[in-house]
Every structure is written in C-alpha cells, then in structure tokens.
T-cell receptor, first 111, second 114 residues
Framework: GQNIDQPTEMTATEGAIVQINCTYQ??????LFWYQQHAGEAPTFLSY????GLEEKGRFSSFLSRSKGYSYLLLKELQMKDSASYLC????????????FGKGTKLSVIP | GAGVSQTPSNKVTEKGKYVELRCDPI?????LYWYRQSLGQGPEFLIY????????DSGLPNDRFFAVRPEGSVSTLKIQRTERGDSAVYLC????????????FGPGTRLTVT
C-alpha cells in the first residue's frame, strides 16, 4: 500500500519560519507535491520536486530526499493568510500524475 | 480565464438514490482527475481521463461508481445506489496534458447521503 505521513497540526507565529515534514513509502514515484488548502476551498498547487534538493519559490521552499523518502515544505515570513492545511502528495501512475495525498497538516499562524 | 467548475456545489440525497456530479475542466486541458475528500483527510484518487478515455480507474471504490467524458472536456461522475459512506467532497482537477504535473482543482461538490 501507499503511506504518506505528516503532522496533523502545527502552530507558528506571524513573521516566523515553519517547516512541515512529510515522509512517504509508495510503490511508485512521479514526484513529490505540496498543495495548500484553505478551509472549505479547493487545493492549490505550491511545489513539485522530482530530483533531490531544494526548490525555492518566493517565501516557500520545498526539499526532497528520494533515498530517505522525505520531503519538507518551508514557509518563511509567515503571514496570517498562510493559515491553511498543507497537503503532501506523491505522484503515481504510468505517464500521469495521479496524486496520493497525506492527511494534511493544519497550520495555524498566530499574531 | 475560467478555472475548473463543478456542479452542483452541494447535493443532498437519500440512501439508495442515484446522483450525477459534473466537472467542467479548464478549456484545452486534456487530462482530468476525480478525487474525493472526507473530513480531516487528504483527497483520494478515483479516476483519471486522458481525452475521452478512462486511462486509470483503479481508485473507484466499487462498481456503483462510474465516470464518463464523452467529448474529451466535461466529465460526469455517476454514483448508483448511494450509501451514507459515500458522503464526501468530490473534487475534480485538470491539467494541460498527461505530462503536465500541475493540477488545477475545482471547488468540489459536497455530497451528503442521508
């Protein structure tokens, strides 16, 4: 089966930095994805890693180690609007990117 | 431009009834995915279309679930003999083609089976 683990909840202070970890054990791998989902809304794409290393995009960075089955999402200069669930997902499927998601990490940013 | 749209936004039905959920992907997107999301869980893959054909339906939970995409754009997810356990938010996503990794999600249809 597929297993993707991430913390259920995290709390961080506005202006700070937070790291959300994700570990995975899957039968295939077409990349590691992070999505943001505000309550009651659709997930929106944040990042995609297929090679080991760090990808930086503005305030958000994502890291992947395929040998360790490990990824993290780093959010800098936290803002109140960053309060949301962050979903780690592994792309599976031959020639497509059907996603297997973790349960999500609910991040609360406090003043 | 217009994003992915889904109708209805909410659907309440009685156990045993038949329902259809519609997804309108972004124009020109050939890849279309259906997921369902239960409360407190991440989305769960159901089926993937490339064009008109169901390229991977391995996530459909049983034969009460069926989906079509007859003209390669709009897709309909059909659920027969609904059960209370089918209650969830059904999400549709599209991407430019099978090689495009970024999926754009619709707002979902919240299905409640009473």
């Amino acid at each position: 089966g597929q297993n993707i683990d991430q913390p259920t909840e995290m709390t961080a202070t506005e202006g700070a930095i937070v790291q959300i970890n994700c570990t995975y054990q899957t039968s295939g791998f077409n990349g590691l994805f992070w999505y943001q989902q505000h309550a009651g809304e659709a997930p929106t794409f944040l990042s995609y890693n297929v090679l080991d290393g760090l990808e930086e995009k503005g305030r958000f960075s994502s890291f992947l180690s395929r040998s360790k089955g490990y990824s993290y999402l780093l959010l800098k200069e936290l803002q109140m609007k960053d309060s949301a669930s962050y979903l780690c997902a592994v792309g599976l499927g031959a020639g497509s990117y059907q996603l297997t998601f973790g349960k999500g990490t609910k991040l609360s940013v406090i003043p | 431009g217009a994003g992915v749209s889904q109708t209805p936004s909410n659907k309440v039905t009685e156990k045993g009834k038949y329902v259809e959920l519609r997804c309108d992907p972004i124009s020109g997107h050939t890849a279309l995915y259906w997921y369902r999301q239960s409360l407190g869980q991440g989305p769960e893959f159901l089926i993937y279309f490339q064009g008109t054909g169901a390229a991977d339906d391995s996530g459909l939970p049983n034969d009460r679930f069926f989906a079509v995409r007859p003209e390669g754009s709009v897709s309909t997810l059909k659920i027969q003999r609904t059960e209370r356990g089918d209650s969830a938010v059904y999400l549709c996503a599209s991407s430019l083609d099978r090689g495009a990794y970024e999926q754009y999600f619709g707002p979902g249809t919240r299905l409640t089976v009473t």
